[in-house]
């Protein structure tokens, strides 16, 4: 499991770590809806589904959703 709280921005080490330990859950935040721009402190729906096709875990489970993702 990997617990990515926090991560707009993940440091290239730590994106080869997961890319290689592949995690079989990852709980990640997404606190924004999909963005234009890069966000800076928590993802964007965006960033967690570029990320997972990288990492690619089985399982994303999100946390620290904004209302507004919720919009639609």
């Known amino acids: 499991m990997a617990w990515l709280s926090d991560t707009a921005g993940?440091?290239?080490?730590t994106l080869k770590f997961l890319r290689n330990?592949?995690?079989?859950?990852?709980?990640m935040?997404?606190?924004?809806?999909p963005r234009a721009d890069a966000p800076r402190n928590h993802c964007d729906l965006n960033t967690?589904?570029?990320l997972n096709q990288?990492?690619?875990s089985p399982r994303?489970?999100?946390?620290?959703?904004?209302?507004?993702?919720?919009?639609?």
Do not use: F, W, Y
């Not at 993940?10 to 080490?13: H, I």
């Open 10 to 13: 993940l440091p290239e080490k």
């Open 21 to 27: 330990n592949q995690p079989q859950v990852m709980v």
């Open 29 to 33: 935040d997404c606190s924004h809806p």
């Open 48 to 50: 967690v589904l570029a």
């Open 54 to 56: 990288v990492i690619r």
């Open 60 to 72: 994303v489970i999100l946390t620290h959703i904004s209302h507004q993702l919720m919009r639609g």
